[in-house]
């Protein structure tokens, strides 16, 4: 079973080869295009995000905190992993 989203275009692979700059363009302006060979999908080239855009990063410490609270977890999960991999 295929699920084609709705804001997906298709293009076939020869269409991709003959008309790469204008694919290209349609992708620099947000679109998401779906690459098919013989009606079945094969590749999705979407836009990137720019380099200046700053990632969005949870705050894991505010996250685990909210969480475990002032709890401590012990043994710590490094040393665990350690030693179930039996390096203590």
Not at 8 to 19: A, F, G, I, S
Not at 47 to 69: H, I, M, N, Y
């Amino acid at each position: 079973m295929s699920c084609n989203l709705h804001y997906m275009k298709q293009v076939t692979v020869r269409e991709l080869q003959q008309n790469i700059r204008s694919v290209l363009e349609r992708v620099q302006a947000g679109e998401v295009i779906e690459v098919t060979r013989r009606r079945k999908a094969v590749a999705r080239i979407t836009p990137t995000r720019a380099v200046d855009e700053p990632a969005d990063w949870p705050d894991l410490a505010a996250r685990t905190k909210s969480v475990f609270g002032s709890r401590k977890i012990e043994p710590a999960p490094s040393g665990q992993i350690a030693k179930d991999r039996g390096r203590r």
